[in-house]
């Protein structure tokens, strides 16, 4: 038995650890951000409130007006303090849940923590977004094209945060990997999909910035380019995880019919939203962040739990620890309880080019 294993901390692969760690953390994070806000509001008063430095609440509004973030006027449509509100909860979410899966990474060995990493780097990007539209930065205003007459949504400009893009584009292709790794699937498979992502979030943003009628045709663009994405998780990837073994085609199972399901919705908050200035950017913010944390915590947590009993090995994937062992030869034993009898043949060469034994 390798070293490596022998460093392997206690732990019950059975037990729901990330919802219990994400569930602990939750409120203190939650607190911590609260204070942070009331702090920030008592250190950089607005003129308005010169006389009540030490109001609490949230004051990120009027901290981090129109002109902080560069531009003349303040939009006529734009989020409350309520929608600032929820995205610190937000925030707070994906903080707790980055925690989350880097300390659950300790109990894997090092060579093991491949999904842990790629999971916790989605929801760290997520928290440091959701930061930013809770601190009412990193957006700009846009005229609308649809002038609307309810009050929630009139006037002729409406804030979009394009801050959310970069999230997306970070973390989407990220995902992504986490199910091809998953469902084991070729390589260039994989690239030509993060690819396709990519062409999606870029359309949606330039769309969501053009005050015409012509961003419904970056619209299209994105829809075509997602429909490329959800046939190959519910088709080609799903029966490609399933050849590799039942523990991977139940993981992407899960994880993959949850991530079809949630990005079909996307596009309809879109449209709804910046594209067609239906609700109010408040509603917006509930639409995406509900969305987006069913697609990163939730989906880490659930990929994380069914690979309790997959190794990189099973994957096809390489990974040597720091002392040169590679994580393919410690799970020769479990090839051949999952009558994996191609992993045995893998694990062997594998061993025999680095010199290693189990």
Same mark, same amino acid.
């Given at each position: 038995m390798s070293r490596a294993q022998d460093r392997r901390l206690p732990y019950d692969p059975d037990s729901p650890t990330a919802i219990v760690v994400l569930g602990r953390g939750l409120i203190t994070i939650s607190f911590l951000l609260l204070r942070l806000q009331t702090r920030v509001a008592s250190v950089h008063p607005t003129n308005n409130d010169n006389n009540n430095i030490a109001m609490a609440g949230n004051q990120a509004l009027q901290v981090n007006d129109y002109r902080v973030s560069g531009e003349p006027n303040p939009p006529d449509i734009g989020i409350t303090v309520r929608g600032s509100d929820w995205y610190w909860a937000v925030c707070a979410i994906?903080?707790?849940?980055?925690?989350?899966?880097?300390?659950? !990474?300790?109990? #894997?060995?090092r060579q093991d923590r491949i999904f842990?990493? &790629? %999971?916790? !780097?989605?929801?760290?990007?997520?928290?440091?977004a959701y930061f930013s539209m809770a601190a009412h930065l990193g957006w700009t205003e846009i005229d609308v094209e649809f002038v609307r007459s309810d009050p929630r949504v009139a006037g002729l400009t409406r804030e979009i945060f394009y801050v959310r893009y970069i999230d997306w584009f970070i973390t989407t292709p990220l995902l992504l990997i986490d199910l091809m790794l998953t469902a084991a699937m070729p390589w260039p498979t994989t690239l030509f999909v993060v690819l396709v992502d990519e062409v999606m979030i870029i359309t949606g943003l330039v769309g969501a910035l053009v005050s015409s009628s012509y961003k419904w045709g970056y619209f299209t663009f994105g829809c075509v380019a997602l429909v490329y994405i959800v046939y190959v998780l519910v088709w080609e990837a799903r029966k490609h995880a399933n050849g590799v073994s039942s523990d991977a085609g139940k993981a992407f199972l899960y994880c993959g019919t949850l991530t079809a399901f949630l990005w079909t919705l996307y596009p309809i908050a879109w449209g709804v939203a910046e594209g067609g200035n239906i609700i109010a950017p408040d509603s917006e913010a509930v639409f995406y962040g509900i969305l $987006?944390?069913?697609? #990163?915590p939730v989906f880490g947590a659930l990929l994380i739990w069914g690979h309790r009993n997959i190794s990189p090995a099973q994957l096809g994937l390489t990974i040597r620890d720091y002392?040169? %062992? $590679?994580?393919? &030869?410690?799970?020769?034993r479990t090839g051949v309880a999952n009558g994996n009898t191609s992993n045995v043949t893998h694990e062997n060469a594998a061993a025999n080019d680095y010199g290693t034994s189990v």
């Amino acid at each position: 038995m390798s070293r490596a294993q022998d460093r392997r901390l206690p732990y019950d692969p059975d037990s729901p650890t990330a919802i219990v760690v994400l569930g602990r953390g939750l409120i203190t994070i939650s607190f911590l951000l609260l204070r942070l806000q009331t702090r920030v509001a008592s250190v950089h008063p607005t003129n308005n409130d010169n006389n009540n430095i030490a109001m609490a609440g949230n004051q990120a509004l009027q901290v981090n007006d129109y002109r902080v973030s560069g531009e003349p006027n303040p939009p006529d449509i734009g989020i409350t303090v309520r929608g600032s509100d929820w995205y610190w909860a937000v925030c707070a979410i994906m903080t707790v849940a980055t925690f989350a899966f880097v300390g659950l !990474s300790i109990t #894997k060995p090092r060579q093991d923590r491949i999904f842990h990493y &790629i %999971t916790a !780097s989605v929801t760290m990007v997520a928290a440091i977004a959701y930061f930013s539209m809770a601190a009412h930065l990193g957006w700009t205003e846009i005229d609308v094209e649809f002038v609307r007459s309810d009050p929630r949504v009139a006037g002729l400009t409406r804030e979009i945060f394009y801050v959310r893009y970069i999230d997306w584009f970070i973390t989407t292709p990220l995902l992504l990997i986490d199910l091809m790794l998953t469902a084991a699937m070729p390589w260039p498979t994989t690239l030509f999909v993060v690819l396709v992502d990519e062409v999606m979030i870029i359309t949606g943003l330039v769309g969501a910035l053009v005050s015409s009628s012509y961003k419904w045709g970056y619209f299209t663009f994105g829809c075509v380019a997602l429909v490329y994405i959800v046939y190959v998780l519910v088709w080609e990837a799903r029966k490609h995880a399933n050849g590799v073994s039942s523990d991977a085609g139940k993981a992407f199972l899960y994880c993959g019919t949850l991530t079809a399901f949630l990005w079909t919705l996307y596009p309809i908050a879109w449209g709804v939203a910046e594209g067609g200035n239906i609700i109010a950017p408040d509603s917006e913010a509930v639409f995406y962040g509900i969305l $987006d944390v069913l697609a #990163k915590p939730v989906f880490g947590a659930l990929l994380i739990w069914g690979h309790r009993n997959i190794s990189p090995a099973q994957l096809g994937l390489t990974i040597r620890d720091y002392n040169g %062992t $590679d994580a393919v &030869i410690h799970e020769k034993r479990t090839g051949v309880a999952n009558g994996n009898t191609s992993n045995v043949t893998h694990e062997n060469a594998a061993a025999n080019d680095y010199g290693t034994s189990v």
